[in-house]
Nanobody, 128 residues
Framework: QVQLVESGGGLVQDGGSLRLSCAASGRIFSRFAMGWFRQAPGKEREFVAGIRWSAGSTDTYFADAVKGRFTISRDNGKNTVFLQMNSLKPEDTAVYYC???????????????????WGQGTQVTVSS
């Protein structure tokens, strides 16, 4: 079993920055694909960013809406994945969820179906 715990959410002004953390416990972490998703009120949960080990190197990938503003990284020694969010906008307001999966998908996993384990979420609010 894998447990994921997010932290780092909060209230920030338009243009500000936040860094989210996701601490994982349980099974082997370094081989897992890790992702961040978000869900705004009344909307479906959507992919934000992912990181995985592919073809001998670390692969990161982002939703178009956050590309160039968000970065994702991991510290395997600490079983933690990070989401650095810069130039935040009011439309980034949502509950952010960390997700993990150990299956070998053909492409980079970007859907909720492709992630088996989920955290409880952390609220990010960007004020205008």
């Amino acid at each position: 079993q894998v447990q994921l715990v997010e932290s780092g959410g909060g209230l920030v002004q338009d243009g500000g920055s936040l860094r989210l953390s996701c601490a994982a416990s349980g099974r082997i972490f370094s081989r897992f694909a890790m992702g961040w998703f978000r869900q705004a009120p009344g909307k479906e949960r959507e992919f934000v960013a992912g990181i995985r080990w592919s073809a001998g190197s670390t692969d990161t990938y982002f939703a178009d809406a956050v590309k160039g503003r968000f970065t994702i990284s991991r510290d395997n020694g600490k079983n933690t994945v990070f989401l650095q969010m810069n130039s935040l906008k009011p439309e980034d307001t949502a509950v952010y969820y960390c997700a993990a999966d150990q299956r070998n998908w053909v492409g980079a996993p970007r859907t909720t179906y492709e992630y088996e384990y989920w955290g409880q979420g952390t609220q990010v609010t960007v004020s205008s």
